[in-house]
């Protein structure tokens, strides 16, 4: 019985037909190829995929009136690392409306607005539209014409340098997201449990 399965098992090896070195190339090339076109479809999609989260989390850009605003507004400022600008409007006269809030000198944090009108003219010496700032109003408060000249004349600094120009992030709609705690801000945690000796 052994000797049949041997002799059925050579039998069986020997129909196989010999694979030339020809043919086993192509196979490996083959298979190289697939492999190849595999590894390209799944880069491109995680590229695609990359690439759209990216566009979806990077801010949107606004203009250089509202970069100059906003370094106006941080200028003008108390504790200026405390400013957020949550909506801008732009008037049908072409000022520019910001809502902020800060926290002052006395630790009150409050929603005000900024009114700004930034305008280009064109330099005589250089023929490069220089931005000048004709109106700037912090909630009812009008900064005079001579702060203005003084701003004025720092608007050469700004064209060189570069803005935040990020785009405002709207405040919630609803009144659950817009709870503010300053508790959480404090670096003294107060237990009220606790009592001194």
Known sequence: ?????????????????????????????????????????????????????????KPFKASAEYGICHTLLELHITYPYSLYVSEMKIKRDGAMKLWYTHTDAFGGYRMEPFICRVEFFPDPNTNVNLPRVTELKFNKVTVGPEQLAFLNNAMPYFVAFPLVKNYPVPLPDSLADLQFDPESYRKIKIDPEKKSH
Do not use: G, N, V
């Open 1 to 57: 019985m052994d000797q049949k399965k041997e002799i059925a098992q050579q039998t069986i090896i020997e129909d196989e037909p010999k694979i030339s070195l020809a043919e086993k190339l192509k196979k490996k090339k083959k298979h190289q190829r697939k492999k190849f076109i595999k590894r390209s479809l799944l880069a491109i999609i995680l590229l695609f995929f990359s690439y759209s989260t990216w566009f979806l989390f």
